[in-house]
């Protein structure tokens, strides 16, 4: 096979189009959503949808004790656990859409939701 | 007792597959010992070969070594039927299947430059698919397409420099 052309006008196209699927990759699936939602789950209950745009702290009394969830300026946290590891209190703020924090000990997690529900590992 | 010598009839072209092969092999063993940041992330330094055979030779040879190395690379790293494996015969079998028809574009146009990023992201297209239907059915593995595509784009590129290098130097085009 006989190559004769030094400039590859089809590589470069095929380079472009490449290019051009790897941008448009990146936008549409790493679109991360700040989320507008909180939905609090508790013993394995909905119990409530919150907006993320006030500021309010909330008390959750489980098994192990008080959970203090609180919102502020858009972002939702665990301000306070009585479970033992307080991984949910040290994840800190959370505020794009599908984010989650769990406190399996106490039952409660929190959940960032959107316009759009985000992927994640949890619901496979 | 006679001693039977069975002896089998190879030809020039057989012997040439082996060698190209045993290469495709080694490179991949050298590649299975590399740090990757992310799984499924690898240069894929073995297409060279793939391509080589297919420029140099024809698209049997190209065949022939691709697939002798997945096999013989995952039994020797004890791999075989193993989803390392399936993932990267999946991958091996679209991306040859892109080669067969690509080689088919002018040669005016496309060099291995664009062939071997074509096929590279062919690779990733059959691994990926792969994972999406058998081994994670989930959505979430979308998160992987930019990494994987921008991986393929790069290590494309190296390798397809790396066998225009080799056939250039070895008067093949």
Known sequence: MKLRSKFFLGDSLIIF?????????????????TGSVV???FQGKTYGNFSLFQNKE???????GESIIEIKEGRVRFARSPCKNQYCVQQGWIHFTGQMLICIPNEVSIEVLGKTKAYDSLNY | MTRSIIKIKTTLLDHQIAQLSAIAIGLSLIESVLPSPMPGVKPGIANIITLYAMYRFNFRTAIWVSILRVFATSLILGQFLSPTFMLSLAGSLLSLL???????LPSRFFSPMGLSVLSSFAHIT???LLVRLWLIPHASIYYLIPVYSAAALIFG???GWITYRLLKHHNSI
């Open chain 2, 98 to 104: 892109t080669l067969y028809f690509s080689i088919k």
């Open chain 1, 17 to 33: 189009i490449s290019l051009i699927f790897i941008i448009f990759a990146f936008k549409t699936f790493w679109h991360f959503e």
């Open chain 1, 58 to 64: 909330m008390s959750l009394i489980g098994k192990e």
């Open chain 2, 157 to 159: 590129l190296i390798n």
């Open chain 2, 126 to 128: 059959g691994q990926l």
């Open chain 1, 39 to 41: 939905q609090v789950n």
